[in-house]
């Protein structure tokens, strides 16, 4: 579980075709390292992924293809990727609950400065679009964000300064696919309500 709060913005240094996926070796660019340990978890813009070799900064990770071929951003040296560890219990909630597990990919219909802001308009995947509501919350890339409007599929949210230097939105542009996960709690309130549905046409 994490929170969406971005510790460091690493980079994919290396890539090794494996029988069904690739090896990642990343170069973590100053995360702190101290408590981590082969087999824990390490989300990579959005992505859980577990650390399978550690050598100093560099993390080394196995990337199944059902991972690639549902997120955005794995498959490409050099990419920069935003880093944060799994939370512990005694952890500040700054953002809000993330699973790691990428909903569906985005694309990106305007990345652009707004007086200090930026102003970020993405549009969601069908599937997912109906999750997303204004003033609540949608991680994109790893990051835990405010969604400010909503309409259809498209959504807005405005990024601070801080938010756009301190990860990899910065290289955002018209276009761009994006990682995308839904709240949580918008899950469990659909599976819920269609539970619901069930039991009373079932009655």
């Not at 700054?94 to 990919?105: A, C, E, S």
């Not at 300064?161 to 994006?178: E, G, Y």
């Amino acid at each position: 579980m994490f929170s969406g709060i971005v510790a460091a913005v690493g980079r994919i240094e290396h890539i090794e075709p494996l029988a069904d996926g690739i090896r990642l070796t990343v170069d973590t660019n100053g995360l702190d390292l101290a408590d981590v340990i082969v087999g824990d978890s390490v989300a990579h813009s959005g992505v859980c992924l577990t650390v399978v070799d550690m050598n100093g900064p560099k993390l080394k990770y196995d990337v199944s293809r059902e991972t690639l071929n549902c997120t955005i951003g794995l498959d490409a040296v050099g990419n920069e990727v935003n880093l944060e560890k799994a939370l512990r219990l005694a952890d500040r909630l700054g953002g809000h609950l993330v699973t790691g597990h990428v909903d569906g990919v985005g694309e990106v219909v305007k990345f652009a400065p707004v007086g200090e802001s930026h102003e970020l308009v993405i549009r969601a995947p069908a599937a997912i679009a109906g999750y997303i509501a204004k003033k609540g919350s949608v991680t994109v890339n790893g990051v835990s964000l405010t969604v400010n409007r909503v309409e259809g599929r498209d959504f807005w949210i405005n990024l601070i300064p801080h938010t756009v230097a301190m990860t990899n939105l910065k290289h955002l542009q018209a276009d761009s696919k994006v990682n995308l996960e839904i709240d949580l709690i918008a899950r469990y309130v659909e599976r819920m309500l269609e539970w619901k549905k069930d039991e009373a046409a079932q009655a």
